[in-house]
């Protein structure tokens, strides 16, 4: 692999996206309150999208059903969802601490955050309304990710130790994990999920240098 350019921002970056509808543009954010939008075929910055003045922007996420659709989450405690083409976006409120992760649903319908506040919850992106509210956790919760074969379950792990399988629609917790690794520290403060493309392995990154499957 060689660089082919860097994409400058001047804070740290915490997380970068490639847009599901177009190639040749990926999303980052950074702890300035900034999300950039750039080319990567020439590194130019095609948008700069503004959060309120000091907030760092933790979050982001691409629509997978509309190009100019981007959302993220900051530690204002919101959700925003923006137009990337006119820089307008709707503000999700409803979280009582930093917002952490973000995911869309399968069809770009629907929307979970996760937050520090212990909770997740499903918003409709089209309206803003807050649909429901997962409770569980007893930490905050800090990756949330859709299960790639059934848009209905997402799963989701933080500062408590435990993996959860959630059911969009019912609410409830269809199963807890508590793997071995987690079990030997119940400090983790940073930890991280991915969905294998056939849904059938969730593999789970944590604070004590491990990965767990």
Request: glycine share 6%.
């Amino acid at each position: 692999y060689a660089c082919l350019h860097t994409l400058q921002h001047y804070n740290i970056v915490w997380a970068v996206a490639f847009s599901k509808l177009n190639r040749s543009v990926v999303a980052s954010c950074d702890a300035a309150g900034l999300c950039k939008i750039w080319n990567i075929s020439n590194g130019e910055c095609l948008k700069t999208l503004e959060h309120d003045e000091e907030s760092t922007v933790y979050t982001i996420a691409w629509s997978p059903s509309n190009e100019t659709q981007l959302a993220s989450g900051a530690d204002d405690n919101k959700v925003r969802i923006w137009n990337t083409d006119t820089s307008e976006c709707r503000e999700l409120v409803g979280h009582e601490s930093t917002v952490y992760s973000i995911a869309y649903s399968q069809d770009g319908i629907t929307l979970v955050s996760a937050s520090a506040d212990h909770t997740c919850r499903l918003w409709n992106v089209a309206n803003g309304t807050e649909l429901r509210i997962f409770r569980g956790a007893t930490a905050g919760v800090f990756s949330i990710v859709f299960s790639p074969n059934d848009g209905t379950v997402f799963a989701s792990v933080g500062n408590d130790s435990t993996i959860r399988i959630w059911h969009t629609c019912t609410g409830s917790c269809i199963r807890e994990i508590i793997g071995t690794s987690i079990a030997e520290d119940t400090r983790l403060d940073s930890v991280v999920l991915a969905y294998s493309p056939d849904g059938t392995v969730l593999a789970c990154g944590m604070s004590n240098s491990n990965n767990e499957l």
